[in-house]
């Protein structure tokens, strides 16, 4: 097997590192299992992104969820313990992993499991959000 560094050690030899690189993110956004969501580190995190498996989880399409906030997909059930915690862990530029009750855009509820991980520019400062999201409520 291939430890990481090793995969990405033929980049070092290849003139179209950034379009590889590029078009092998593509391709692990939009046919990942997950629903991957990304925001902005603004006030609100508007999404920028959101990959077609987060669609369909959630009931909403992609323009219905751009420029939007997250908290679009909270309702009465979800908690805000998980919520505080979530805030508190991206202030400090630290990775958060919860999960709590979310809704779809028929107003249905399911529980999510989902990490955030800050995403930093060239000066170190968060300038993004990725989150990873799976629905994880009880099959019926």
Not at 43 to 69: A, D, R, W
Not at 92 to 102: D, W
């Amino acid at each position: 097997m291939t430890s990481p560094s090793d995969f990405f050690s033929i980049f070092d030899h290849d003139k179209n590192f950034l379009e590889i690189m590029k078009r092998l993110l593509h391709s692990s956004l939009e046919y990942s299992f997950s629903g991957i969501m990304i925001t902005e580190a603004a006030k609100g995190f508007p999404i920028i992104y959101v990959n077609p498996t987060f669609c369909e989880m959630t009931g909403y399409s992609h323009q219905e969820l751009l420029g939007k906030s997250p908290s679009i997909l909270q309702g009465p059930k979800t908690d805000p313990k998980v919520l505080e915690r979530l805030a508190q862990d991206i202030s400090v530029g630290r990775l958060f992993h919860g999960r709590t009750v979310n809704y779809r855009k028929d107003g249905s509820e399911f529980m999510m499991e989902w990490k955030i991980a800050p995403i930093r520019n060239s000066e170190g400062e968060i300038s993004h959000y990725l989150a990873i999201q799976k629905d994880v409520s009880p099959q019926p």
